[in-house]
């Protein structure tokens, strides 16, 4: 019977603890890889800020390039100016005369006819025509406050209906104010019309109107 190797207790305590370690770690599992590469990050870092490692250039830097456009030349637009001929007139040519007035010569009408027609187209002048209706005059008051007074004359022409067609101022009484208040009173005066040959006809006739104040 060959005797049993006797193992010595410090090599079984040693690889019971590296075999105990190992599985520690392997039971931390994801946690322990995190912690190596934490520290792996933590040690490049350093190195690279101290110089031992030189970070690697990914990308070159952006370079910006210019291109000059080529400038755009306009040419002048050119204004064309249309020729106009001017026609060239020949002045009429200057003739001197003298224009001849040819004056009419009227004849002189008989006299006998001149005057038949004159008293046919004229109406005749009555004196002393009857009134059918008289308006008296309204004194002007400015007239009064003036103390304006007079007498004045005025031609009436009466038409066929005894009604004052026109009135005119023969005599004046002095003032305007007076003589415009007469002739709008004789306007509204109604006359007993001319007849001639049995027929009303129209006739002057003339009537005088006095402006008297009372307490003059």
Known sequence: MQPKAETSPRLATSSRSANGARA???RRGPIGIFIIAV??????????????????????PLEAIFI?????????????????ETPIVDPPPIVDTVPEIE???????????????????????TADMK???????????????????????????VDTNGRPTE??????SGFPRLDEAAATAIRKWVFHAAVANGQPVQSWTRVQVQFKLENA
Do not use: C
């Open 24 to 26: 520690g770690f392997w």
């Open 39 to 60: 520290h792996v990050v933590l040690i490049y870092v350093a190195a690279t800020t101290m110089g031992i490692i030189k970070t690697p250039n990914m990308m070159k």
């Open 68 to 84: 000059d456009q080529p400038e755009e030349k306009h040419e002048p637009v050119k204004v064309i100016k249309p020729e106009l």
């Open 103 to 125: 004056v009419p010569v009227d004849e002189p009408a008989p006299a006998a006819i001149t005057a038949q027609t004159s008293d046919a187209a004229a109406p005749t002048e």
């Open 131 to 157: 009134v059918d209706r008289r308006v008296d005059p309204i004194y002007p008051p400015a007239s009064r406050r003036a103390g304006e007074e007079g007498t004045g004359v005025f031609r009436v022409l």
């Open 167 to 172: 009135v005119q101022v023969l005599k004046s």
